[in-house]
DNA sequence: TGACAAGGCTAACAGTGTTAGCTACTCTGG
DNA sequence: CCAGAGTAGCTAACACTGTTAGCCTTGTCA
């Protein structure tokens, strides 16, 4: 395992362990056993291991979309399953403008591809279920529901209102 | 004025006008004509000011829907103009989980209401609306659409889903 | 007049990402 | 077999962040 791979896996273990503050160059170092400004001679710099991070993260939350069954209903329990198991991922993932320039080739499509599928290819009915998948685990993930709030309930009106009938 | 109204109304114009990165003590001491430190006399803290703009922020969302007709597409479209118009603060408002116990009594709710009275008082079906317009504008703000993706189209998408009919 | 509080100030601390510059090890070419 | 180059570590340092300590001046009020 390269060296950047290895500050890559200390990242996010920091990341979903501690969360996104906790993910400094120092402890990232310190993990790998080296001093922070090492990193730079495998890095270019914080950016590039954050970017990898989105991409990995992608990658994976890709490959969970596509292992469910191609229903709405599915699609949505998958996403939102993905994101709480990977709750401070997702919220990188998302919260910041996608340097689609410098992600591998056709790893967005890929994301999107089973809810676009589900969808008979409608762009304009993806983006807004997408956009509601996301809006319902971004608040859920920031705290932004009160206590008892029943967000099973929330994510069934969601995908009735989508459904096709 | 107050010296800490001042220094609120400076925070706003730096994050609206600059962006979060450029709200430091510093920037912010520095446009009333103090210094940092002495910010301390008037604040506990920088979390204070972020929750002054917070609850500023909530005060006057709640204005723009409370002002907007009372249906499905126009408070639809009120949030959305009101997100695009105060693009950073609107992030700011909704990134993170709100210390309700440190906001005035009621505010939430009353940001809340018009909404859920559009929609009979179904709290789910609030909830689920409310996480579809966050989670389209969110992610309009965060960049993540492509070019030329046509956002209008996705809110009306979103708007008829959740349309009584 | 003396006491006290309010509100400025500078200096400093611990933390952040990052750069400069030095050193040591390893590999390769003559 | 030795020279030179590249790789990858290190420490010291810089500019920035939020924040604290401690000092000093000003205004108010008994």
Same mark, same amino acid.
């Given at each position: 395992?390269s060296r950047?791979?290895?500050?890559l896996? %200390? %990242?996010?273990?920091?990341l979903?362990q501690?969360?996104? +503050?906790?993910?400094?160059?120092?402890?990232?170092?310190?993990?790998?056993?080296?001093r922070?400004p090492?990193?730079?001679?495998?890095?270019?710099?914080?950016a590039? $291991?954050? &970017?990898?991070?989105?991409a990995?993260? &992608? +990658? +994976?939350?890709?490959?969970?979309l596509?292992?469910?069954?191609a229903?709405?209903?599915?699609?949505?329990?998958?996403?939102?399953?993905? @994101?709480?198991?990977h709750?401070r $991922?997702y919220?990188l993932?998302? +919260?910041?403008? &996608?340097p689609?320039?410098?992600l591998p080739?056709?790893?967005?499509?890929s994301?999107a591809?089973?809810? $676009?599928?589900?969808?008979?290819?409608?762009q304009?009915?993806a983006r807004?279920v997408?956009a509601?998948?996301?809006g319902?685990?971004a608040l859920e &993930?920031?705290g932004?529901f009160p206590e @008892?709030a029943? $967000?099973?309930?929330?994510?069934a009106v969601m995908?009735a209102?989508y459904?096709v009938?």
């Amino acid at each position: 395992m390269s060296r950047a791979d290895e500050a890559l896996r %200390a %990242a996010r273990e920091l990341l979903e362990q501690e969360g996104p +503050e906790a993910m400094t160059m120092r402890r990232v170092a310190d993990r790998i056993g080296i001093r922070a400004p090492s990193l730079y001679k495998h890095l270019p710099d914080k950016a590039e $291991l954050e &970017l990898r991070l989105i991409a990995d993260g &992608l +990658e +994976e939350f890709g490959r969970a979309l596509r292992a469910a069954d191609a229903t709405l209903a599915a699609q949505a329990r998958a996403y939102r399953a993905w @994101g709480l198991a990977h709750a401070r $991922l997702y919220t990188l993932m998302t +919260e910041r403008p &996608l340097p689609r320039d410098r992600l591998p080739e056709g790893l967005e499509a890929s994301a999107a591809a089973p809810l $676009l599928a589900v969808l008979g290819g409608d762009q304009d009915r993806a983006r807004a279920v997408w956009a509601s998948a996301h809006g319902l685990l971004a608040l859920e &993930l920031a705290g932004r529901f009160p206590e @008892g709030a029943d $967000l099973d309930a929330a994510w069934a009106v969601m995908a009735a209102a989508y459904a096709v009938d």
